[in-house]
């Protein structure tokens, strides 16, 4: 039989604590609530904190990652740009080199057509030597070979080798004082044109599958980022439908353990009657 006491209140005791116990999960659900996390801090799960945190990283750092990808694609594009008006300032060198060949052709219609040639040539120059994004140059000479970021760990990176476009370069046969001023020299650049057009084309090439590789891997790194994140919200995002319904059935054993506290309370109390 228990012991009617007024110095120590058994119920009291153990009313109280459902009472805090139910007040301390109920403050877990209301941060869970307001802040939408299950885990928001080390102390709600040490470990699985600690991983969300390392994914967390990575994926950040991908951003980095997603930055050196595209302005290393818009670089190469520049350059791709750059390359294709090259190649058409070439065609029309050649045309002008092929009409300027025709031994039928009096002086005057020559010198014109060498004039239209030198302008093609010079135009030629500055389409390279313009060809810059954020401060680089991939197609004149001595141009920047492109060495993009590729993890997040910074220790693998996708490359696209400089293509030197210019005069006298490695793809352009063509020296900066071409010209002509005979048929016979006229024919001579066909044959040098023929071959810088080839070489150009092959340059661009390159530069196109380097640019697809680029777009191809952003893509890529894109997804990654996405499937990281959602991998970090599994781990510590906090479930709203269960916690809204908890927080109902927690609000509810509060009032009740309220109640349950003053009745036990009261019964100190009882115990006046007994002396009366």
Known sequence: MPMNSVNTNTGAMIALQNLNSTNAELSTTQTRINTGKRIASAKDNGSIWAIAQNQRANS???????????????????????????????????????A??????????????????????????????????????????GGTTIAALANANGDQKITVAAQDLSLGGGKVLLTAA?????????????????????????ALSSLGTGSKSLGSHLDFVSKLQDSIDAGVGNLVDADLAKESAKLQSLQT???????????A????????GLFR
């Not at 023929?194 to 092959?202: G, P, Q, R």
């Open 60 to 98: 950040q750092s991908l951003n980095s990652v997603k930055e050196s990808l595209q302005r290393s694609q818009s670089t190469v594009d520049v350059a791709i740009s750059a390359g294709e008006t090259v190649s058409d300032l070439l065609l029309q060198m050649k045309e002008k080199a092929l």
């Open 100 to 141: 300027a060949s025709d031994t039928s052709l009096d002086a005057n219609s020559r010198t014109a057509l060498r004039d239209d040639f030198t302008a093609l040539r010079d135009q030629l120059t500055k389409a390279v030597n313009n060809a810059e994004f954020n401060g680089i140059n991939m197609v004149k000479s």
């Open 178 to 202: 071409a010209t002509f001023s005979t048929a016979t020299q006229a024919a001579n650049l066909i044959t040098t044109i023929n071959n810088s057009i080839a070489n150009v084309s092959s």
């Open 253 to 263: 054993k509060q009032q009740l353990g309220v109640q349950a506290l003053s009745i």
């Open 265 to 272: 309370n009261q019964s100190s109390s009882i115990l006046l």
